[in-house]
């Protein structure tokens, strides 16, 4: 099993940035996917990003594409969500997550973090 714990979330004003980690720690020598997923309040949870084993695949949902950077450092067992020119609508619960093999379609993923808050303030 892999546990994830994520960090970093926070305070931040509309236009400002913050950056997100996750600290993956258990099985991580299983080759596995990532990924950053969101909830607001009363809404569902949704995709934000996604990805690979290597690196070399990755995928954004379209609310955040060209303003979020996700990556990772598999030697430190650790995930990134660099997040430029916040909005308010990106206020959430902000959950690294994690799935075995490559990246499925409908973005399934297996182990999930317990989440941190991110306030975007206008």
């Known amino acids: 099993q892999v546990q994830l714990v994520e960090s970093g979330g926070g305070l931040v004003q509309a236009g400002g940035s913050l950056r997100l980690s996750c600290a993956a720690s258990?099985?991580?020598?299983?080759?596995?996917?990532m990924g950053w997923f969101r909830q607001a309040p009363g809404k569902e949870r949704e995709f934000v990003a996604a990805?690979?084993?290597?690196?070399?695949?990755?995928y954004y949902a379209n609310s955040v594409k060209g303003r979020f950077t996700i990556s990772r450092d598999n030697a430190k067992n650790m995930e990134y969500l660099q997040m430029n020119s916040l909005k308010a609508e990106d206020t959430a619960v902000y959950y690294c997550?994690?799935?075995?093999?490559?990246?499925?379609?409908?973005?399934?993923?297996?182990?999930w973090g317990k989440g941190t808050l991110v306030t975007v303030s206008s």
């Open positions: 997550a994690a799935g075995h093999g490559s990246i499925r379609p409908d973005y399934e993923m297996d182990y």
């Open positions: 258990g099985r991580t020598f299983v080759p596995y996917h």
């Open positions: 990805i690979s084993w290597s690196g070399g695949t990755i």
